[in-house]
């Protein structure tokens, strides 16, 4: 069993960590914003383009038949050691015109498409419960 553990060492390992989640209340619905840094923990270059998605889920396990795809964005690719990170606007999610996401969670699923073949996918799912009410006179 030597050989197959050794072999989980190399290659490319995409993981990423949510920096920012913030909901705005408007009258047409709530607005949420999701920023992030995806970075590549890997031997190799993650050769894309990849997706990054944005669902949104009643509970902290994604589940691609109920949850709620809301948006993504693709990434070229990602050298061994670097990130890219939500910037000037670019690779984040704002998604306008939502029901009420008080108790929901964002889970943000980095390549989603699964283009990028990585020792360990598990490290892929990003999770956030998404804090409420958001409402001061509540």
Do not use: M, W
Request: aromatic share 6%; glycine share 8%; proline share 6%.
């Amino acid at each position: 069993g030597l050989a197959l553990d050794l072999t989980r060492d190399f290659g490319p390992d995409l993981t990423g960590t949510i920096t920012k989640l913030k909901v705005q209340q408007k009258t047409v619905g709530d607005k949420l914003i999701v920023k992030l840094t995806v970075s590549n923990i890997g031997t190799e270059i993650a050769s894309g383009p990849f997706f990054v998605a944005l669902h949104l889920s009643d509970d902290d396990t994604l589940n691609r038949d109920d949850d709620l795809l809301l948006e993504s964005f693709t990434i070229e690719e990602i050298k061994p050691g670097k990130s890219k990170s939500s910037k000037k606007g670019k690779r984040q999610f704002k998604v306008p015109g939502l029901d009420p996401l008080a108790g929901k969670y964002a889970i943000v699923v980095i390549d989603d498409n699964d283009v990028v073949p990585e020792p360990d996918e598990d490290n892929n799912i990003l999770v956030q419960q998404i804090d409420g009410p958001f409402d001061a006179s509540q």
